[in-house]
């Protein structure tokens, strides 16, 4: 059963309930919209359902909701960013503004975020970058969960990767995806609804196939998309975001036991290019032509594509969350029972 909900409404309350947890109102906003936009476009699987694991780590004081991060030019084109044991959301917000000088200025600029929480999709932190003209890529680990192609047990994150950028006349080209065939959001709502798994998706403790979100998400492992290929960029991204940025690797996390860990603690890694250093001011319009190309093709659905009509769909009727989600979350920020549309 859902409830229909109008962003106006629903930001402020995701706000209050990380507030009421301990996160600090400047933090809480931050988060509150990410949220938010997640549950506007459809996202479900990283919006208000993540509230009680944001809520948990926040009240067992596993997350630092009132962190300061520190940021620091350690290049003409890269920063540096600690988040303080706090949402790297935040961070990011902390360093966007001169990552984005950086990259006007030199063409490309970099920047690592370590010490912080990622516990949200990927799309609402390159997106913004992409509307302000710019190719962004991100990528972010955590806590381990996937088993390498050919490995009995797990050693990556789910490392989720995402690229976005602008298109001439539309909105940008956004894709974001974990480095696992299935996210452990998807499998969370699985698990939740009693489905089983198609095949493929991971391991159970002995390593053997499972169709069970609880063998998965238990003891057992997630599985990479591709074979040996996801594999790869699971490494990849937990290279560039653990090892480059300066943050723990998944396996390295000791939190097993801590009820109050629901969030990893990770590292984050975003690039900026400016394209027209490159291409000159025509690339976007030069890109349309590959659009082109493959919608003549026959693609008919782009990444993205399925959001951005999601998000022109709350725009018009209001955005749809799940009752039980909607109802846990009016808990959490002490509202009354006239917050309930
Ligand atoms: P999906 O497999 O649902 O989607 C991945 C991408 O493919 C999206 O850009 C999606 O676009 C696009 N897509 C899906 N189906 C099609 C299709 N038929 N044709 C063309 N494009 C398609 O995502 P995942 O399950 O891999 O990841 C879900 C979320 O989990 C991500 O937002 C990720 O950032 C997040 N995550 C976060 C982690 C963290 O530590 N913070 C860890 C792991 C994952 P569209 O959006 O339009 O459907």
């Not at 706000?15 to 988060?31: D, E, F, M, Q």
């Not at 961070?91 to 063409?107: D, K, V």
């Amino acid at each position: 059963m859902k409830v229909v909900v109008q962003i106006d409404a629903l930001e402020p309350l995701v706000a209050r309930a990380l507030v009421v947890a301990g996160a600090s109102n400047a933090n809480a906003r931050i988060i509150a919209r990410v949220v938010a936009a997640a549950e506007r476009d459809g996202c479900h699987s990283h919006g208000v359902l993540r509230m009680p694991g944001f809520v948990t780590a926040l009240r067992s004081g596993w997350l630092n909701g009132r962190a300061t991060p520190s940021v620091r030019e350690t290049a003409a084109g890269t920063i540096s960013v600690d988040a303080g044991n706090g949402f790297a959301q935040v961070a990011l917000e902390a360093g966007r503004g001169r990552l984005m000088e950086m990259a006007r200025q030199n063409g490309i600029a970099a920047m690592a975020i370590h010490n912080g929480h990622h516990f949200a999709a990927l799309w609402p932190d390159v997106e913004p970058f992409a509307e302000a003209g710019f190719v962004a890529i991100g990528c972010v680990s955590s806590r381990r969960r996937i088993a390498p192609w050919g490995a009995k047990r797990k050693v990556f994150g789910t490392n989720p990767m995402a690229f976005a950028c602008p298109r001439a006349g539309r909105p940008p080209f956004v894709w974001d995806q974990a480095s696992s065939v299935m996210s452990q959001g998807e499998m969370l709502i699985a698990q939740r609804e009693g489905r089983r798994l198609p095949q493929g998706v991971g391991i159970d403790a002995q390593g053997q196939p499972t169709t069970s979100p609880e063998a998965i998400l238990g003891a057992g492992a997630f599985l990479p998309f591709g074979t040996h290929k996801g594999s790869a960029v699971a490494a990849m991204v937990e290279i560039l975001a653990a090892a480059v940025g300066g943050a723990e690797f998944g396996f390295e996390d000791r939190s097993a036991g801590n009820p109050g860990a629901t969030t990893s603690r990770s590292g984050q890694f975003l690039l900026l290019i400016d394209p027209s250093r490159f291409a000159g001011p025509q690339f976007a319009e030069r890109l349309e032509l590959l659009f082109a190309e493959l919608a003549d093709a026959g693609v008919d659905r782009l990444p993205g594509d399925r959001r951005l009509e999601a998000r022109r769909r709350a725009g018009r009727d209001g955005i749809e969350v799940e009752k039980a989600d909607y109802d846990r979350l009016v808990d959490l920020a002490g509202a009354s029972a006239g917050s309930k549309p």
